[in-house]
C-alpha cells in the first residue's frame, strides 16, 4: 500500500531496534514498579516484545516487498477485498519469511539473559537464570548444570525441526533458482 512517508515510518520502526536493551533497562524497571508490574514475567514479555517487534516487522517486510504488486491486484479483480488478498494470496507466500522471523525472534527471546536477570525474580525467572544458579562460588552441582542445559538447549532445536522446511524456504526466497 502507499502510505505517506512510509520510508520513514520505516526507518522509525528500525531505530527503535539500535538502542542496546540495557540502554532501556532502567527506565523500563522504574515504568514497571509505576505502573505496577514490578518484577515478573508480564514486564519481561512486555520487554522482549519492545525489542524483538521491529526486528521482526523489517524481515517480513522484506518479503513482502518481494512480491508482486500483481498478485494482490489480480485477487482483488478476482473479488477479493484487501484483507481477504492479504490472507489469501499474500500471507501464504511470506509464510517462510514470517516463520523465519518468528524462529529468530524466539532465539534473541529465548537466549536472553541480562534481561531476564534483572526483570524477574523467584519462582518467574527463565531457564538461562536457573542455568546460572546452579553454579555456586565454592561449587558447582554438575547434575542440575546438566539437566538444566538439557532442558534450555531443547525446545531451540525440537523447533527448528519442526519449521525447518519454512526456515530454508525462508532464507532462499529471492534468491536466484537455476
Not at 512510509?6 to 505502573?35: C, E, H, N, Q
Not at 525472534?105 to 539473559?113: D, Q
Amino acid at each position: 500500500m502507499d502510505v505517506p512517508r512510509k520510508t520513514d515510518v520505516g526507518f522509525w520502526i528500525l531505530s527503535t531496534r539500535m538502542a542496546p536493551p540495557l540502554a532501556i533497562l532502567i527506565p523500563l524497571v522504574g515504568f514497571y514498579f509505576t505502573v505496577g508490574i514490578g518484577q515478573g514475567l508480564v514486564g519481561l514479555t512486555v520487554t522482549h516484545l519492545l525489542i524483538t517487534l521491529p526486528l521482526i516487522i523489517w524481515i517480513v517486510k522484506g518479503f513482502i516487498d518481494e512480491l508482486p504488486d500483481s498478485l494482490e491486484e489480480s485477487a482483488m479483480v478476482d473479488g477479493c477485498n484487501r484483507i481477504q488478498a492479504l490472507r489469501t494470496v499474500v500471507f501464504p507466500l511470506v509464510a517462510p519469511g514470517v516463520a523465519a522471523a518468528a524462529f529468530i525472534a524466539f532465539i534473541f527471546s529465548w537466549n536472553n539473559y541480562v534481561l531476564a536477570l534483572y526483570l524477574t525474580t523467584g519462582a518467574s525467572s527463565t531457564l538461562p537464570i536457573a542455568v546460572s544458579n546452579s553454579v555456586g562460588t565454592y561449587s558447582i552441582q554438575w547434575g542440575q548444570l546438566g539437566a538444566a542445559v538439557i532442558v534450555t538447549i531443547l525446545p531451540p532445536i525440537v523447533l527448528s525441526l519442526l519449521i525447518r522446511n519454512y526456515l530454508v524456504a525462508g532464507m532462499t526466497m529471492g534468491a536466484v533458482k537455476g
